[in-house]
């Protein structure tokens, strides 16, 4: 899978760690890609909530006529948010058309191959992750923005400044969050490693959160889990460039929140191991090292989610 598969893969991850209960599981489907090429690789996905591995399958193209037959394999990973999950590899499919695999009363929707995927989604995609980029990273929407992040809120740090500048905002407002960095640099970096014509620009794009992973960790048991708060909501819509002229409190200075949970922990070590596969050196021990207190620190948390401040009520 390449282009289109990239974007399947990120809605993959998001169903892995969306954690929906084996009693609240969705009806039987079958789950495919696509567009795909020729030669990409081809797997559906058969949700279920009885055990399905082992049982027959057909693929049929447009006019209906079988032109694959095969047997489901169990899925690797968790299968939530069903009970069981099993894979049909269609990967032997090379023709161009559009493809529906069948399995028992299940049909999924048409798989499309193509001789050239389309690069738009990708694109689209990577100038939102551009326009949200912080700090000095390259922005084709504002300026320099936030170059005095952040006053640490809270606890042995409380009234410390660390350069916590950089970055992506998040979608809607300028605060920035790490848990919502780090699933976007691992799902970028995981997409990469699919989508090789545009590996690129997703690893480039995906750097521009580690990098801001890195600092958000800037002293041994300091984690920061937020930058900005409430207030930056009451501002609505604006030119995030202003922000550091302004005099309001929570503005031009913002403050950075830390906290700890298992999924915050987790995700940001993830993303930096990640990182850390394509780099050398010292560079690479650094994000190791990164990685595992990450991953130290969360499992040491006790809880799932870190306590942030409630994004509604701003700080006395």
Not at 104 to 109: A, E, N, P, W, Y
């Amino acid at each position: 899978m390449r282009r289109a598969a990239a974007l399947a893969l990120a809605a993959g991850l998001l169903l892995t760690v969306s954690g929906a209960s084996a009693e609240a599981a969705p009806p039987d489907a079958i789950r495919v890609g696509g567009p795909s090429t020729p030669a990409d690789a081809k797997v559906a996905i058969v949700g279920s909530s009885a055990k399905l591995a082992g049982r027959r399958f057909t693929v049929v193209d447009a006019r209906g006529r079988v032109v694959l037959r095969g047997r489901l394999t169990k899925a690797p990973g968790a299968p939530a948010p069903w009970r069981r999950a099993s894979a049909a590899d269609l990967s032997r499919l090379r023709t161009p058309g559009a493809y529906r695999v069948r399995t028992g009363r299940l049909t999924s929707r048409p798989w499309t191959i193509a001789s050239h995927a389309s690069t738009a989604p990708i694109t689209t995609i990577l100038r939102f992750f551009a326009a949200n980029a912080d700090g000095r990273e390259a922005s084709p929407a504002h300026g320099p923005a936030h170059l005095n992040d952040a006053v640490v809120a809270s606890g042995p740090h409380a009234g410390q400044r660390f350069d916590l500048t950089g970055g992506w905002m998040d979608a809607g407002d300028t605060l920035k969050f790490t848990q919502t960095t780090a699933y976007a640099a691992a799902a970028l970096q995981a997409a990469a490693r699919l989508d090789r014509a545009d590996a690129g620009r997703l690893r480039a794009t995906a750097d521009v959160g580690v990098r801001w992973l890195v600092k958000a960790h800037p002293a041994p048991e300091l984690f920061v889990a937020q930058v900005g708060d409430a207030r930056d909501h009451d501002l609505g819509f604006r030119d995030p460039a202003t922000d550091d002229a302004s005099p309001a409190p929570g503005i031009g200075v913002r403050q950075g929140y830390p906290d700890m949970g298992g999924d915050l922990g987790g995700k940001a070590a993830l993303a930096l191991a990640l990182a850390a596969e394509r780099a050398t050196g010292p560079a690479r021990e650094d994000l190791l090292r990164q990685a595992r207190e990450w991953y130290a620190a969360g499992k040491a948390s006790g809880v799932v989610a870190p306590r942030l401040p409630d994004p509604g009520v701003a700080p006395a």
